[in-house]
């Protein structure tokens, strides 16, 4: 069995790291997801449900498990002197914190809110990068807009069945689950690979008359295929990226979460759900797209920038490309 900093160890001097910088970066993330996964399982007995009665930047309401993870993560990182400087989804500003620290890092403390008060998986995502602003000075925004081909890791925590958590250095997906009695995220997925084969789809088509006619001929186009197909893809959808992108990475599928014709720019959130799941994405194997380009080329510009995001096989996303680049049904090419 190996544990999380066992495999962290042994792979240092793969990662520039020398002075363990890395690790204690790692290490906080694990830390803090045991904690958030000890508060999920007792949410609805120790009342940590419900809203605190604000809204973040996002404009959206703050739940109380939301507001405790983001508190705890900028908490477990404002002590890590290797950072230099945190960005969070609940936080309207960039926190600088450590100037002498080499890393920055962005997190979604809770993704899939929504979820939250009625036991569905969430998850935490999180993307960091070396600096590029001078040492010994506070960071600046510029640290965090590096752009997605700059993360140097990258990953997410899912809080389901078991508490996984999974990450990319840039040399493959590796998984882990949380042994609880031994309180160690054990490697249980080495070298994970999306399978190639699109088995299930997952997105909210409520607002489907909104998407563009390329999109919609697409929806179209998989339902034509299902129909005459032996093995239908299967919809899946529960509303958090974090347990959607993980089950589409493990068995096969397609994400997509586009935008529409009023609000082209999408709901997600490009540097801590769309850079980061991008990145897995491609290290597993698949592709990532903004529907038009490559999501880890799309430049990154605010900190709570939105993005289109599509997430899959390459074959399922080069087809949605095609179809919105051409409008027209490639059935027929
Ligand atoms: P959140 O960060 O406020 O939780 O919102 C992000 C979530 C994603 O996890 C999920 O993919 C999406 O919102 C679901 O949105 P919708 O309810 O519109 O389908
Ligand atoms: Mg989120």
């Known amino acids: 069995m190996i544990t999380l900093e066992q495999f962290i160890a042994d792979r240092q001097q793969e990662l520039e790291s020398a002075t363990g910088a890395f690790s204690k970066i790692l290490r906080d993330i694990s830390l803090g997801a045991k904690l958030v996964s000890f508060y999920l399982r007792r949410a609805s007995l120790a009342g940590f449900l419900g809203e605190i009665g604000i809204t973040?930047?996002?404009?959206?309401?703050?739940?109380?498990?939301?507001?405790?993870?983001?508190?705890?993560?900028?908490?477990?990182?404002?002590?890590?002197?290797?950072?230099?400087?945190?960005?969070?989804?609940?936080?309207?500003?960039?926190?600088?914190?450590?100037?002498?620290?080499?890393?920055?890092?962005?997190?979604?403390?809770?993704?899939?809110?929504?979820?939250?008060?009625?036991?569905?998986?969430?998850?935490?995502?999180?993307?960091?990068?070396?600096?590029?602003?001078?040492?010994?000075?506070?960071?600046?925004?510029?640290?965090?807009l590096q752009g997605g081909r700059h993360q140097v890791a990258a990953g997410y925590v899912l809080y389901g069945t078991?508490?996984?958590?999974?990450?990319?250095?840039?040399?493959?997906?590796?998984?882990?689950?949380?042994?609880?009695?031994?309180?160690?995220?054990?490697?249980?997925?080495?070298?994970?690979?999306?399978?190639?084969?699109?088995?299930?789809?997952?997105?909210?088509?409520n607002q489907l008359h909104e998407w563009s006619e390329g999109l919609q001929r697409y929806v179209t186009d998989l339902h034509a295929r299902n129909r005459s197909s032996d093995k239908p893809q299967s919809l899946r959808y529960v509303g958090s990226l974090v347990a959607d992108f993980h089950r589409n990475l493990l068995k096969g599928g397609l994400f997509m979460y586009p935008g529409t014709v009023k609000k082209p720019e999408g709901k997600l959130r490009l540097l801590y759900e769309g850079f980061p799941m991008a990145w897995l994405t491609e290290q597993a194997g698949g592709k990532a797209s903004d529907g038009y380009q490559t999501l880890l080329d799309v430049p990154a510009k605010k900190?709570?920038?939105?993005?289109?995001?599509?997430?899959?096989?390459?074959?399922?996303?080069?087809?949605?490309?095609?179809?919105?680049?051409n409008h027209v049904s490639v059935e027929a090419v």
Not at 180 to 200: I, R, W
Not at 303 to 323: K, V, W
């Open 162 to 205: 078991s508490t996984l958590l999974f990450y990319t250095t840039g040399r493959g997906v590796h998984g882990f689950t949380l042994e609880p009695a031994a309180g160690e995220f054990l490697l249980t997925y080495p070298q994970v690979q999306m399978p190639t084969k699109s088995s299930y789809y997952s997105f909210n088509d």
């Open 303 to 325: 900190i709570h920038q939105r993005t289109p995001l599509f997430l899959g096989p390459a074959t399922e996303i080069d087809r949605i490309t095609e179809f919105l680049r």
């Open 56 to 144: 973040n930047v996002q404009g959206e309401s703050v739940q109380k498990l939301d507001d405790m993870a983001n508190r705890l993560f900028i908490n477990l990182f404002s002590k890590n002197p290797h950072i230099a400087g945190i960005a969070s989804e609940e936080e309207e500003h960039i926190i600088p914190t450590h100037p002498e620290g080499r890393y920055v890092i962005l997190l979604d403390p809770l993704d899939g809110s929504s979820n939250i008060d009625v036991g569905v998986p969430v998850g935490t995502i999180f993307s960091i990068y070396r600096r590029v602003s001078s040492i010994g000075e506070p960071c600046t925004e510029a640290d965090f």
